[in-house]
């Protein structure tokens, strides 16, 4: 799996678009971008993944540059429950990977009412 | 309506005791996962199964061995705590392994908060 590269925090107001963005500039064609986020004290949660196409779903849409070598979660509305860390994981689709995720520090977003 | 439960949420053990955490899923998952994070909130996957099958194996101590008895459960027991073990425990459970479009969704438990003194 792909290093990913993401700040270490970044701060928000309630109601604003928050654009959290990832570097993976050693992506690999059949890596997918995956999104989790762990709110306090809970496990981690899915947030969005995707390929190459930009992704939409009901809690996010996911940009992917054309490159693939950056991405970026867009939160449309923040609200004072987006406050987490948002992990952005480069994930081997098949070989022996086996579903594995891997972890990075990710960013820490503080959302300001 | 839990979808991924752990057993206990916290855990208060004296070194070198044996203890076990439990998960069970109702989603109808075939595979679980085992995560630990460390207090500095790495989070590191342990373990895999996949129809009760271990599949992935992270180079972690002898001393922890998963066990699955079906595949809505996938259990956790250590020897002789130290230390270091404690952190957080997240199982996680997802359907299918690979999946068409690059894996499928994890989702994971509330954690067991595990205290080694």
Known sequence: DAKTTQP???????????????????????????????????????????????????????????????????????????????????RHAGGTSYGKLTFGQGTILTVHP | DTAVSQTPKYLVTQMGNDKSIKCEQNLGHDTMYWYKQDSKKFLKIMFSYNNKELIIN??????????????????????????GDSAVYFCASSLGVRGGRGGNEQFFGPGTRLTVL
Request: net charge negative.
């Open chain 2, 58 to 83: 992270e180079t972690v101590p002898n001393r922890f061995s998963p066990k699955s008895p079906d595949k809505a459960h996938l259990n956790l027991h250590i020897n002789s705590l130290e230390l």
């Open chain 1, 8 to 90: 270490n925090s970044m701060e928000s107001n309630e109601e604003e678009p928050v654009h959290l963005p990832c570097n993976h500039s050693t992506i690999s064609g059949t890596d997918y971008i995956h999104w989790y986020r762990q709110l306090p004290s809970q496990g981690p949660e899915y947030v969005i993944h995707g390929l190459t196409s930009n992704v939409n779903n009901r809690m996010a849409s996911l940009a992917i540059a054309e490159d693939r070598k950056s991405s970026t979660l867009i939160l449309h509305r923040a609200t004072l429950r987006d406050a987490a860390v948002y992990y952005c994981i480069s």
